[in-house]
């Protein structure tokens, strides 16, 4: 099971092993573990803590009015979940599922919503949480952006740019497998990879697995 320690996260990073445990216990911190295919939180349930993977992957689905499940997040070591949730004490028509076997830390944002920071690391602690709604904010506003394209291709081209330009380079290894990724972008994995294969034979992309070539001389 691939795992992170805390120090490379981005809720942690920069800090002494001292400040991490006095962070972990601003955060009132808890770990717990989950086997592969383990439902997490079900629709409706509240997410009193948001999680960070510390090892394995977590994936955020929502159904649509047929039943059919469509992936909000892919989840990685390192990354966090339900962090405006949590903080809002509010519940969502979501599913968390552990896409393989997890350690997960549970922390709860009381501290940041209920009382002014006390100390100058609450103060830093409660400023990186604000930092992750933000860019939790932005990822949900690139997603928006896949979705709103009228094509699949559109949608895959805006999917692979977007991983491109957070990696810095043409050359692209994704998270998500292809039925993660049919998932993700809202359409039949046999769909999918029909697209794939017709975007490698106009030669806007080279692929193999999950590694990308985005070919940005073609019009992409």
Known sequence: MNSISL?????????SENEIEVSLHFFDAREETFPRGALISLPGEPLRQFGLVLAGAVEVSCS?????????????PGLTFGESLS??????????????????????PARVRDAAPA?????????RFTAMLAERA??????IQ????????DKIITFLSQASRRAGSDT??????????AAFLGCERSALSRE???????GLITYRKNLFILHKDEPI
């Open 87 to 108: 903080y809002l004490e509010r519940t969502a028509e979501l599913t968390i599922r552990a896409a393989a076997d997890c350690r997960i830390l549970w922390l709860s």
């Open 172 to 181: 692209v290894r994704i998270a998500l497998d292809r039925e993660g990724l």
């Open 7 to 15: 120090s490379r996260c981005r809720l942690f990073a920069g800090l």
């Open 138 to 143: 932005l990822a949900q506003n690139d997603r």
């Open 119 to 127: 100390a100058p690391l609450e103060a830093e602690l409660c400023r």
């Open 64 to 76: 649509d009015f047929s039943g059919r499940l469509m992936l909000m997040a892919s989840v990685e």
């Open 146 to 153: 896949i979705l709103s394209k009228p094509t699949l291709r």
């Open 196 to 202: 794939l294969s017709r975007m490698q034979k106009d």
